[in-house]
């Protein structure tokens, strides 16, 4: 979870305020946010100030605010929700919080394969192979399937299989190649692990400068935020790894967003979508997606990002992000069985 103590003061702020005292003049909107950057402060900002809609915001953790949602039901004043991960998103989905909004900005500007029935996607994130230069040839590591090949036995590195990241991941490979290939992988990548799995994606890329796995899986904006920090010894992590865009020659390399939905009892419907309709405008992406390293998912929008255009253009897998919620419990069945824990 991307997120700072000082945000979490804030969001108690926020949740005292909104429960007691509804805007004073005009029109507000309430958005509860797992997903804090600093750069989406000034999107908000902007928001306000194009269309005069006061945002009440709370944020927390995706569980916490899943809770919240479920518990107020139809009393919710919430308006939209917003989250990291399309297996989050999904999940709320199966909850029932979300109506689906019928916009043609959002039809014409957002491609059909990064809309669900009743969310949509704002930003993108790739899942890509990150590997030790002195010890693994890139070669090896070409494709997801290299993870478990017995050549990789002792390397590989990653986060927890219960993690929303690598659920997506396995959740796409069972949509291209089936439950069984999915669960032969899931077993070789185990059987190649250099340690059981712990910590999150940056952890594993240190781990992997620092020799402890030769191989990690990681989000793409990891590795950019690393490649761009001022620290000597980040610096000294990045120079020591290569990085992959897995899948080049087949369904090219998965993809995650970040996303947003309106939810079923918003009590400002008119500003919801208004709201998820600026989150798709040329300004709003821009901020949206470079704040954390990722890309807009509006195809005529691009972001200048010096850590990004050094990785290079890359072959991105087009598979809905509604297939990556649809199976995300299997994948965690597989996961289980596989000891991917
Ligand atoms: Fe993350």
Redesign the pocket.
Known sequence: M?FRPACRLLALLLCSGIAVSAHAHGQEINIYSARHYQTDEQLYGEFTRKTGIHINRIEGKEEELLERLRNEGANSPADVFIT?NAARLSAAHELGLFAPVKSKVLEARIPAHLRADDWISFSKRARVIVYAKDSVKPEDVRNYADLADPKLKGKVCTRSGSHP?NLSLLASIIAHRGEAAAEAWARGVVANFARQPKG??TDQIKAVAAGECGVAIS?S??VARLMRSDKPEDQKAAARIGVVWPDQDGNGTHINVSGAGMLRHAPHKDAAVKFLEYLASDDAQRYFADGNNEWPVVPSVKVANPALDALGNFKADTLPVGSLGMYRAKAQMIFDRAGFR
Do not use: L, P, S
Request: glycine share 12%; hydrophobic share 10%.
């Open positions: 991307h990291v990241y999150g994606d989000n904006y990891y």
